[in-house]
T-cell receptor, first 116, second 115 residues
Framework: SQQGEEDPQALSIQEGENATMNCSYK?????LQWYRQNSGRGLVHLIL?????REKHSGRLRVTLDTSKKSSSLLITASRAADTASYFC????????????????FGKGTKLSVIP | EAQVTQNPRYLITVTGKKLTVTCSQN?????MSWYRQDPGLGLRQIYY???????DKGDVPEGYKVSRKEKRNFPLILESPSPNQTSLYFC??????????????FGQGTRLTVV
């Protein structure tokens, strides 16, 4: 089942601007992760935020998590043309349920275009 | 270099001809999984494995088989491929020693076309 859902589906900005993408999920989680995918390539892990964390930074990336709203946001500051990619959030709903199994479930992604 | 390796990268096959996509990781990860990616549908999990000889269905397992005889390998088998299995496939692995350590490493993908 699709857990994380990103918003917007597509985003186009000028180089130097900030880009914000949002992710909503439905059930309780242990952590939420963000990944980047360059066209047709494998996904690359960007950042993991745990359910007891509210904000995390990594370079030009800032991730927030609001468990009361079941939502997360990814902010890319001072965007560059090289940031052009699709961005996915992923959550681990099954492991939290204690069912003894684990699934990392991805949303459909936000396609970011950064125009030079 | 730590990596997940899939083969082949591209494959065109005919309906009904059995095929196997291999996946191998060199990071001693317990957890491995297969996803398919289709336009507008994002990534959907096909099968996953928590450890050797332990596999389970994901969200879209129909038409696929997997095996996990060794920790490093997790092949995806299509016994009788059909055109609706045309997709981009990804293998991923994670060091799952706690729900908090679940960063996934992805292979480069296998683009499969079934005609």
């Amino acid at each position: 089942s699709q857990q994380g859902e990103e918003d917007p589906q597509a985003l186009s900005i000028q180089e130097g601007e900030n880009a914000t993408m949002n992710c909503s999920y439905k059930t309780s989680i242990n952590n939420l992760q963000w990944y980047r995918q360059n066209s047709g390539r494998g996904l690359v892990h960007l950042i993991l935020i745990r359910s007891n964390e509210r904000e995390k930074h990594s370079g030009r990336l800032r991730v927030t998590l609001d468990t009361s709203k079941k939502s997360s946001s990814l902010l890319i500051t001072a965007s560059r043309a090289a940031d052009t990619a699709s961005y996915f959030c992923a959550t681990d709903e099954s492991s939290y349920s204690g069912a003894g199994s684990y699934q990392l479930t991805f949303g459909k992604g936000t396609k970011l275009s950064v125009i030079p | 270099e730590a990596q997940v390796t899939q083969n082949p990268r591209y494959l065109i096959t005919v309906t009904g001809k059995k095929l196997t996509v291999t996946c191998s990781q060199n990071m001693n990860h317990e957890y491995m999984s297969w996803y398919r990616q289709d336009p507008g549908l994002g990534l959907r999990q096909i099968y996953y494995s928590m450890n050797v000889e332990v596999t389970d269905k994901g969200d879209v397992p129909e038409g696929y088989k997997v095996s996990r005889k060794e920790k490093r390998n997790f092949p995806l088998i299509l016994e009788s491929p059909s055109p609706n299995q045309t997709s981009l496939y990804f293998c991923a692995s994670s060091l799952y020693n706690s729900p908090l350590n679940t960063e996934a490493f992805f292979g480069q993908g296998t683009r499969l076309t079934v005609v």
